[in-house]
């Protein structure tokens, strides 16, 4: 199975992907605000999660909630 973004786009391992709604994140202090670029995403094993990091964070994200950029 592809992984696709919130649109329908294939995305890729090093893709750049952008935030289309705020997210706050447990564990984290600070909210991912809508428009955030997050770059150099990782795929997973599920196809709706993606891997990145934010800071020196590592988090795991669903694709429902971005976009390609």
Known sequence: MTTRDSNGNELNDGDTVMVIKDLKVKGMSKTLKRGSQIKN????GNPEQIECRIGKATIVLKTAFMKKA
């Open 41 to 44: 995403i990782r795929l997973t």
